[in-house]
């Protein structure tokens, strides 16, 4: 018994301190539930949720940007052709959207030792420094740009190396950094300025244009002018109450002045901090501006030192822009977002299709059109799409411009995603007599791209190029230009259509207004591509980063959105094996990285075997051109919407949505319960 009480007793005792474990455990649990309570709210007021956005994944191309920036090979010295000397690339589309690519690039970066504070409460903080201490420092004389002689390296005898940037930008040999957007800006490490009265507005658009993209064509068309003058008025008054009060304070028997002149910047940061537009301010507001004109005239009478003031205003100009190219970061990010994201209504019709594909089994109607899909007397039209409205919009306005229709075989090819939504879609619409063949992608047994890790879906590849010379670096002389190649699933179309002679590949952001059908009757003259040419740029222009010099450097690059191929004379020149070493050689790594290789490896696999089409065809420009001529749109008989600016996004062009809408599917049950109108 007594050995049972022991036991026992051991047993109580090793229970009660098991208990007490499990009470500091849960009480632990209890502290770190507060603690992350406390902190997902700070995390918000911070500005830090920026870091992490929300929203749904666009299926369609998203618009994340990958810089390059390469000069161009100079031999004995000498440039060959000044206009070709730098220039940077953008890819502007991502078949596998990452949105952690686009917060790296757009999340605001300020001081290393500003972490833990947000980029407006440090500036801010900044801002009230220049104010409470007073700078001795004599002021540096520099005269930054975009791109100046100093910054560029040495490049007799060596060989350009292509960087990819992803996020902050990087500095290798021979690349040039990527600059500010803003030719004012501070130089965080020089601690130069350019404050030169001649800075041209054109030329701030234009590197704007260079770090952010098509952002800027869309800000610049979305630019409100400033009527709140008040506002403006109170601002003008602290910039140059800031400006004097250092020298004010420093004067001796001035200490009424300067406590207020004091009080009068705390009262208009107070006012200011609580209205952004004239109808927020105040009563009270014009008797401040009143007093506060009179502090002013106080100071201006005062015997200061001049190159004090106008230091100080040097530093609050500088920190104002620093504000204002934050800001010009946050919009970019959003903008960037609102392209790459699709929106609820988007992804509630796709889900809704594929649920009801598998709550309602319909029909197979392709079996009522099997002798089609394989016949090459068809005219088969392919496209690669995750967009179910965009494709619809494609295929409808082909069809509806189509004389016959009966003999249009429209092969889709998709993903796994959005493979079942697309079949019930096509399932319950009908475009006249057009056969539609949706294709999953993701179980075609193809093995040509074994070991590059492409197996997945790819859509075609839109970049942005900019181009500027060494010899006159002023962002005036740079040019930027959209361009449209095929992607990696493009180049294994001999191999998905093996009975076909001959097929027309649309991007899923075209419109065909007129018949296109003359098309199949065109003969290529022995070429395998037929398609529009740019010679906006050049292959000339591209060299160092082609990597050889195997090709003709006055050829025009071709643009993807209409191609007519011949697939006889594709497997005889093995375009495809050919695309597959032009990988190889490029030995690239990460996915950003293959994913921009398409450039370079499109051109060149199909240099020569491009057959020129009228210019007046296809419009191009669509996303991103807010100037094309409506005379150009209404007349062309394809139109292209290459760009971030999808005529599907509230962010589209408004004057080319028009024509775009005009071939979307109406009452469509699906498309009004998920409240989708684009």
């Given at each position: 018994?007594?050995?049972?009480?022991?036991a026992?007793?051991?047993?109580?005792?090793?229970?009660?301190?098991?208990?007490?474990?499990?009470?500091?455990?849960?009480a632990?649990?209890?502290?770190?539930?507060?603690?992350?309570?406390?902190?997902?709210?700070?995390?918000?007021?911070?500005?830090?949720?920026?870091?992490?956005?929300?929203g749904?994944?666009?299926?369609?191309?998203?618009?994340?940007?990958?810089?390059?920036?390469?000069?161009?090979?100079?031999d004995?010295?000498e440039?060959?052709n000044?206009?070709?000397?730098?220039?940077?690339?953008?890819?502007?589309?991502?078949?596998?959207?990452?949105i952690?690519?686009?917060?790296?690039?757009?999340?605001?970066?300020?001081?290393?030792?500003?972490?833990?504070?947000?980029?407006d409460?440090?500036l801010y903080?900044?801002?009230?420094?220049?104010?409470s201490?007073?700078?001795?420092?004599?002021?540096?004389?520099?005269?930054?740009?975009?791109?100046?002689?100093d910054n560029?390296?040495n490049?007799?005898g060596?060989t350009?190396?292509?960087?990819?940037?992803?996020?902050?930008?990087v500095?290798n040999n021979?690349?040039?950094?990527?600059?500010s957007?803003?030719?004012?800006?501070?130089?965080?490490?020089?601690?130069?300025?350019?404050?030169?009265?001649?800075?041209?507005?054109?030329?701030?658009?234009?590197?704007?244009?260079?770090?952010?993209?098509?952002?800027?064509?869309?800000?610049?068309?979305?630019r409100?002018?400033?009527?709140?003058?008040?506002?403006?008025?109170?601002?003008?008054?602290?910039?140059?109450?800031r400006?004097?009060?250092?020298?004010?304070a420093?004067?001796?028997?001035?200490?009424n002045?300067?406590?207020?002149?004091?009080?009068?910047?705390?009262?208009?940061?107070?006012?200011?901090?609580?209205?952004v537009?004239?109808?927020?301010?105040?009563?009270?507001?014009?008797?401040?501006i009143h007093?506060?004109?009179?502090?002013?005239?106080?100071?201006?009478?005062?015997?200061?030192?001049?190159?004090?003031?106008?230091?100080?205003l040097?530093?609050?100009?500088?920190?104002?822009?620093?504000e204002?190219?934050?800001?010009?970061?946050?919009?970019?990010?959003?903008?960037?977002?609102?392209?790459?994201?699709?929106s609820k209504?988007?992804?509630?019709?796709?889900m809704?299709?594929?649920?009801?594909?598998?709550?309602?089994p319909?029909?197979?109607?392709?079996?009522?059109?099997?002798?089609?899909?394989?016949?090459?007397?068809?005219?088969?039209?392919?496209?690669?799409?995750?967009?179910?409205?965009?494709l619809?919009?494609?295929?409808?306005?082909?069809?509806?411009n189509s004389e016959?229709?009966?003999?249009?075989?429209?092969?889709?090819l998709?993903?796994?995603?959005?493979f079942?939504?697309?079949?019930?879609?096509?399932?319950?619409?009908?475009?006249?007599n057009?056969?539609?063949?949706?294709?999953?992608?993701d179980?075609?047994?193809?093995?040509?791209?074994?070991?590059?890790?492409?197996e997945?879906?790819?859509?075609?590849?839109?970049?942005?190029?900019?181009?500027?010379?060494?010899?006159?670096?002023?962002?005036?002389?740079?040019r930027?230009?959209?361009?449209?190649?095929?992607?990696?699933?493009?180049?294994?179309?001999s191999?998905?259509f093996?009975n076909l002679?001959k097929?027309?590949v649309?991007?899923?952001?075209?419109?065909?207004?007129?018949?296109?059908?003359?098309?199949?009757?065109?003969?290529?003259?022995?070429?395998?591509?037929?398609a529009t040419?740019?010679?906006?740029?050049?292959?000339g222009?591209l060299?160092?980063?082609l990597g050889?010099?195997?090709?003709?450097?006055?050829?025009?690059?071709?643009?993807?959105?209409?191609?007519?191929?011949d697939?006889?004379?594709?497997?005889?020149?093995?375009?495809?094996?050919m695309?597959?070493?032009?990988?190889?050689e490029?030995?690239?790594?990460?996915?950003a990285?293959?994913?921009?290789?398409?450039?370079?490896?499109?051109l060149?696999?199909?240099h020569?075997?491009?057959?020129?089409?009228d210019d007046?065809?296809?419009?191009?420009g669509?996303?991103?051109?807010y100037g094309?001529?409506?005379?150009?749109v209404?007349?062309?008989?394809v139109l292209?919407?290459?760009?971030n600016?999808?005529?599907?996004?509230?962010?589209?062009?408004?004057?080319?949505?028009?024509?775009?809408k005009?071939?979307?599917?109406?009452e469509?049950?699906?498309?009004?319960?998920?409240?989708?109108?684009?």
């Amino acid at each position: 018994m007594k050995g049972y009480g022991a036991a026992a007793g051991g047993v109580s005792t090793a229970a009660q301190a098991a208990s007490k474990r499990r009470s500091k455990g849960q009480a632990a649990a209890v502290f770190v539930l507060v603690f992350f309570s406390m902190l997902v709210p700070l995390v918000f007021l911070l500005g830090l949720h920026n870091r992490f956005p929300s929203g749904y994944l666009a299926d369609d191309r998203s618009q994340q940007e990958s810089s390059f920036e390469i000069y161009h090979h100079v031999d004995r010295g000498e440039v060959k052709n000044p206009s070709e000397v730098l220039f940077s690339l953008f890819c502007l589309s991502d078949d596998r959207p990452l949105i952690h690519n686009v917060v790296n690039n757009f999340v605001p970066t300020f001081q290393e030792d500003t972490e833990s504070v947000s980029p407006d409460k440090e500036l801010y903080k900044r801002i009230n420094d220049t104010v409470s201490s007073p700078s001795t420092s004599e002021p540096k004389d520099a005269n930054s740009q975009a791109v100046s002689k100093d910054n560029v390296p040495n490049l007799k005898g060596a060989t350009p190396n292509p960087s990819i940037i992803i996020g902050p930008p990087v500095e290798n040999n021979g690349v040039a950094k990527e600059t500010s957007s803003l030719p004012n800006r501070t130089d965080a490490k020089s601690g130069k300025h350019d404050h030169s009265i001649g800075s041209n507005v054109g030329e701030t658009e234009r590197s704007c244009e260079l770090e952010f993209g098509s952002y800027c064509l869309w800000s610049k068309e979305h630019r409100e002018v400033m009527k709140d003058s008040v506002v403006k008025r109170l601002k003008d008054q602290l910039f140059v109450a800031r400006a004097y009060y250092p020298s004010i304070a420093k004067l001796q028997g001035q200490e009424n002045l300067t406590r207020e002149l004091k009080l009068n910047i705390q009262d208009h940061e107070r006012i200011l901090s609580e209205a952004v537009s004239d109808p927020d301010l105040p009563p009270y507001t014009e008797r401040k501006i009143h007093k506060m004109d009179q502090v002013i005239a106080k100071a201006k009478s005062c015997s200061v030192d001049c190159n004090n003031v106008d230091r100080k205003l040097r530093q609050i100009l500088d920190l104002t822009e620093d504000e204002a190219h934050f800001h010009m970061k946050q919009s970019a990010y959003l903008y960037q977002l609102g392209v790459q994201t699709m929106s609820k209504s988007f992804h509630c019709l796709s889900m809704r299709l594929t649920v009801e594909y598998f709550k309602t089994p319909s029909a197979e109607i392709e079996h009522s059109f099997a002798n089609k899909i394989d016949n090459p007397s068809s005219q088969h039209y392919v496209i690669f799409s995750r967009n179910i409205l965009a494709l619809s919009v494609t295929i409808n306005s082909t069809v509806m411009n189509s004389e016959e229709s009966g003999n249009m075989v429209f092969h889709v090819l998709t993903d796994k995603q959005n493979f079942y939504s697309m079949k019930h879609w096509f399932a319950r619409n009908s475009y006249r007599n057009a056969a539609i063949h949706v294709l999953n992608f993701d179980e075609l047994d193809l093995n040509h791209f074994v070991g590059l890790d492409l197996e997945a879906l790819s859509m075609s590849e839109e970049f942005r190029i900019s181009t500027h010379t060494i010899a006159q670096p002023s962002s005036l002389q740079m040019r930027t230009k959209y361009i449209s190649v095929f992607g990696h699933s493009h180049f294994l179309l001999s191999d998905i259509f093996k009975n076909l002679k001959k097929v027309i590949v649309l991007d899923d952001d075209v419109v065909v207004q007129k018949d296109i059908s003359f098309l199949w009757n065109l003969d290529l003259g022995g070429k395998v591509n037929g398609a529009t040419e740019f010679c906006g740029v050049k292959l000339g222009q591209l060299k160092s980063y082609l990597g050889t010099s195997r090709y003709d450097g006055n050829s025009c690059v071709w643009m993807s959105g209409l191609n007519i191929i011949d697939l006889d004379k594709w497997r005889e020149h093995d375009i495809t094996g050919m695309y597959r070493q032009f990988l190889r050689e490029l030995n690239h790594e990460n996915e950003a990285s293959w994913r921009t290789a398409t450039l370079p490896a499109s051109l060149l696999v199909f240099h020569g075997q491009i057959y020129s089409l009228d210019d007046t065809l296809v419009r191009q420009g669509l996303g991103h051109d807010y100037g094309v001529p409506d005379e150009s749109v209404k007349n062309a008989a394809v139109l292209h919407y290459d760009g971030n600016m999808k005529p599907w996004l509230d962010l589209g062009i408004p004057k080319y949505k028009k024509y775009w809408k005009k071939y979307l599917t109406q009452e469509e049950r699906f498309m009004d319960e998920c409240n989708v109108n684009p």
